[in-house]
Nanobody, 114 residues
Framework: VQLQASGGGLVQAGGSLRLSCTASGIMSSLYYMSWYRQVHGKERDLVATISSGGSTNYADSVKGRFTISRDNAKSTVYLQMNSLKPEDTAVYYC?????????WGQGTQVTVSS
């Protein structure tokens, strides 16, 4: 199983980015898919989750600004990030929770300048 994340970069505050994460080796349409983010030296925090049926949940810090979506035909989950703030700067990871272990992407850096 591999998760390939992309779409990170440098953007000014107030700008937008769209992250993508494509899964291979797994029927991702059957699973929840999530985005996490991690600032160096801190814990990895949940940003957003989408169920196999399309139900979504968000961290309070990103509600109204970020949108998670998925395209099951492409085995891809997206994170549309609008109105970005400097505090959104982090490495963003996609995850498929599974048993006995979770699957993680390699991370993509998002840097928001003030």
């Amino acid at each position: 199983v591999q998760l390939q994340a992309s779409g990170g970069g440098l953007v000014q505050a107030g700008g937008s980015l769209r992250l993508s994460c494509t899964a291979s080796g797994i029927m991702s349409s059957l699973y929840y898919m999530s985005w996490y983010r991690q600032v160096h030296g801190k814990e990895r925090d949940l940003v957003a989750t989408i169920s196999s049926g399309g139900s979504t949940n968000y961290a309070d810090s990103v509600k109204g600004r970020f949108t998670i979506s998925r395209d099951n035909a492409k085995s891809t989950v997206y994170l549309q990030m609008n109105s970005l703030k400097p505090e959104d700067t982090a490495v963003y990871y996609c995850k498929i929770p599974s048993r006995p272990w979770d699957y993680w992407g390699q991370g993509t850096q998002v840097t928001v300048s003030s």
